[in-house]
T-cell receptor
Framework: ETGVTQSPTHLIKTRGQQVTLRCSSQSGHNTVSWYQQALGQGPQFIFQYYREEENGRGNFPPRFSGLQFPNYSSELNVNALELDDSALYLCASSSTKQGNSGNTIYFGEGSWLTVV | AQSVTQPDIHITVSEGASLELRCNYS??????LFWYVQSPGQGLQLLLKYFSGDTLVQGIKGFEAEFKRSQSSFNLRKPSVHWSDAAEYFC????????????FGSGTKLNVKP
């Protein structure tokens, strides 16, 4: 149990549609990142949010966007879905509190997105 | 550029045998290093991590890993594998200044024979 909760766990969308995935961070964690894990691959960094601002982005197009809320929960939005967007989307949270050496990030169990 | 290589896509070992999963990384400085395990249909569970200090780190479930700077490696080991260890294992590199941006290897799938 990591304290990171993601919803929905599974969903199916049609190509061209839009999707919103949600993540509730572990209590006290102010940083959240999103990863895409395609079948048979390792997770790929999408972007990170720190105190409600994007703080780093991987090699993903602008149709991947996000939000972080004052309670540090987060959303990942994907517009104009493509078949290749089918993947497990993982949310990870951590605290960047100074002095917290050996920061550990905690992953949620992910949201499985299938685009048909 | 940062990268992580896990050269073994699949490994099969007999229950009770020892295990070593290889991980090599490319990074400009000493990175933070992690091993995660993922069971089918599940998220990632942290096995162990290395930030500094003793290069042999102990993790959960009887796993350990050794950081070798000269070889840019962080191999995962377990002296005696249990059937419940069958899963996929991911090595990851993180930047010391960026706590959440990880680079993952492509994973090693472990099968355990009875």
């Amino acid at each position: 149990e990591t304290g990171v909760t993601q919803s929905p766990t599974h969903l199916i969308k049609t190509r061209g549609q839009q999707v919103t995935l949600r993540c509730s961070s572990q209590s006290g964690h102010n940083t959240v990142s999103w990863y895409q894990q395609a079948l048979g691959q390792g997770p790929q960094f999408i972007f990170q949010y720190y105190r409600e601002e994007e703080n780093g982005r991987g090699n993903f197009p602008p149709r991947f966007s996000g939000l972080q809320f004052p309670n540090y929960s987060s959303e990942l939005n994907v517009n104009a879905l493509e078949l290749d967007d089918s993947a497990l989307y993982l949310c990870a949270s951590s605290s960047t509190k100074q002095g917290n050496s050996g920061n550990t990030i905690y992953f949620g169990e992910g949201s499985w997105l299938t685009v048909v | 550029a940062q990268s992580v290589t896990q050269p073994d896509i699949h490994i099969t070992v007999s229950e009770g045998a020892s295990l070593e999963l290889r991980c090599n990384y490319s990074y400009g400085a000493t990175p933070y290093l992690f091993w995660y395990v993922q069971s089918p249909g599940q998220g990632l569970q942290l096995l162990l991590k290395y930030f500094s200090g003793d290069t042999l780190v102990q993790g959960i479930k009887g796993f350990e890993a050794e950081f070798k700077r000269s070889q840019s490696s962080f191999n995962l080991r377990k002296p005696s594998v249990h059937w419940s260890d069958a899963a996929e294992y991911f090595c990851a590199v993180g930047a010391p200044y960026n706590f959440n941006k990880f680079y993952f290897g492509s994973g090693t799938k472990l099968n355990v024979k009875p």
